[in-house]
């Protein structure tokens, strides 16, 4: 199924999910229903201030019902995510519906329990399932991210437009040994922000000067964040994860000093085309005697730039043959050259020897065509 | 004022008296850590999670207690880290001398008593009527330790008596035992881990408590005369606050003890499942719930004097029973004593027929 999205050569290097553990702060939101639902029940019937609910049978629901909103409004707080107090406020809802459409007000005590066990239980399925249409894949050339129960959301990132990465781990994952990856890409996929606002007012005075100040203030901070479909969210085993992202995104991303080499070389491409067009020019304009020279004398200045030796160069090229284009373009070769010198200096060794041993070829493949 | 006879044993034997009986509470606290860790180490190959969780409560609560020495000597917390691997408390002004030594004080001690006193805090409320102090009427030695023996054991009365009638159904009671057995799992100070040199043992923990105090020899004086100063004055003002002084630390090494003792059977439950069939691992936990379930349900309509004892007794019976049960069947394949012939037949890949060999 899942070879079927691959590209020609792709090979598989992981197949991931998120761990059972990693979507506790969800779970989270469940077990308290659960807990409450019992403790409510509890203080109501057994404990020692169960006579303070026996007046009206209402009292339980209330108290119920205050809390699970009140702790709904302080996780939305902490989370910012208004979602959480608009879900117990649905837990709610459901409860008080339920009791007015099946007559149930005299079975209040027995009701929220069970109540809360129930919608507790259908929450861990919703997560459960949630966690298990995540599906992540690692390639040799890039990660695949998967998500969503009812809407299918898909995020492809290539090694190579990784800008940056972000790992975390929380307590739970450091126990059970599973952390999130967040890729951030060229273009800031994976960058969110932190909003936090202040406000505050203050009224002095109603009757006298009815004065009313008011002070607010935001801050946003830059943080890596993104929905669990577009990271690779609480991933197992973490460490070897992120070893293995890492280790592909450095045989993707080129390094500064290859990067300058692509430049270079880009630049030597461009002055050899412009040297050939000249010589098709010169052919063309020139009779073909004079022409041979010119060529004979240039494949020892070739040579000679092989051999650094740019001091030589100068007494050998007869500059009034040639065009003042073509002398142009000479100068910007020995700039180039020089420019690559400088380059191979602060290039590390291995490259060096590298680049040594492909110098080597070149010009002894040069030399059998000579 | 009482009349304090002037002799040795008033002066000095009723002095060491309430001390000793710590230092020897706070070693027996010390054997019982290290059982444990023995435990937990014979568990870690299977249960790595489980043991970095124990270890994440121990770095916890002893980073807490070196942030609480900090503060305690003004040098402030610059920054405060705890991870499952170690934790790290940097002061914003390093301090030398005396208030150095404080700090490494609650470094060292402070993960023995802090946490257990914080728990002992919680059982004031949870437990009641345990806490209870002799008033000494003719300063000896010998009175001295029975008072302190006498709070130490009304208070284990109290708080065993509450364990063994502990209501299940009670969220207070059920919070107050989780809280006691995180304590239990983090008491102890050091790691547990795969590699030797990171199993640090009882005397690693004795070795560097003895450094620090040899250390500075005139600091342990100065204690000694503080405390002598702090019996003399509790004699003219209240006889019986010295004593109770040390009490306190009595009933912390034995809070520790307690909620160490209540984590064996959990470590011993879990080291049984590591016996049973892989998919079954989870019957003796859910038989936990559902035994003390149904008995406590069996005791709504039949009620007697003991029913939170009782069903706490049919859930512990219950969860051996169905252990051994699940162990022996892996074991002995379905309680024979011989294997099966169909596993005999896969071993050895030859079917075997009722013809006996002709040869």
Redesign the interface.
Known sequence: MVKKELLKNEQIERLLSPHPLSFMKLQALSIFVI?WG??VW?LTN??EYANMFSGNIWYRLILWGLVLLFVGVIASLVAIQWIIFFLYLGVFAGALGLIFWQHWEKDIALFIPLYSITVSLVGFLIVELYRRSHKYIITDLRIIFKGGIFTKRERTIRYDKIADIDAKQG?LG????FGTIIPVSESGFGLGSDKTMAAGGVEVGIKKARLFGFAGGGKEVQTPIARSYYELHGVYPYKDVKQLVENLLQTHVPTQYQKEQIEVEKQQVDIQTQMRDLLHKQMSETPRRKVGKQTIEEEPEEEEREEENTSMKKTFIPEDIYQPAQVDIQQQMKELLKKQKTARVLQPEENIEEEIEEEDDSEHERKKGT | MTTVPLNIDSLVGAVLAPILGVVFFWFLQLIFIEIQKRMLSKLHHHH??FC??TN?IGILFQTICQALGYTVTRSGIASFQV???YGEVQPKKEKTGVLEWITRSFLLFGPFFIPSGLVLLASYFVIGKGFVFLIPVHFTFVESLTGFVVSLSTFANKFVSFLVTIDL???IHVGFLFVLLFLGFGIRPSYIGEKRKEKIDILHDLMLIKDHLVEKPLYILAIACIIYMFYLLSLFLNPMVYVGFFSIFGWMSLTAIIALLITYPVLILIKATDEIRTHWKIIPFITLVVSYVIARVFFIYYSTKQDESISLLVMILSITFITILLIKYKKTNRFKTAPKMKHMRIADGKKRTSKKRTD
């Open positions: 807990v019992i403790m509890w057994s404990s307590i450091q126990i059970f040994g | 790595e999670a970095r969780f994440y991870t499952v691997n159904f009670n969220p």
